[in-house]
């Protein structure tokens, strides 16, 4: 057997408008509290927000809806 290596070359393009972080929580409380903070700074005009499930999505956007932050589950693909 000869193995042999494909690489092929990845397109990055960097949208300048868009900023990405990562907050690390200790729980799904903490996750809520973090969410809410960073949902309620100025600076923060519109966000997305990944689950893992459509249930989990569901759930978030209730919780964010009842705390006064305007949310909704969106599907991929623009799928319901």
Sequence with gaps: KDPVRVQVASIQ???DAIEQI???ADGIDHKHD???HLLSEQA???AIVF???KRGADQLADLLN???HRA???RAFGKA
């Design 72 to 74: 909704a589950p969106r």
């Design 34 to 36: 973090l969410l809410s």
């Design 51 to 53: 689950t893992a499930t």
């Design 13 to 15: 393009q960097r949208h």
């Design 44 to 46: 923060v005009s519109q």
């Design 22 to 24: 990562v907050h690390q």
């Design 66 to 68: 009842e705390i006064g």
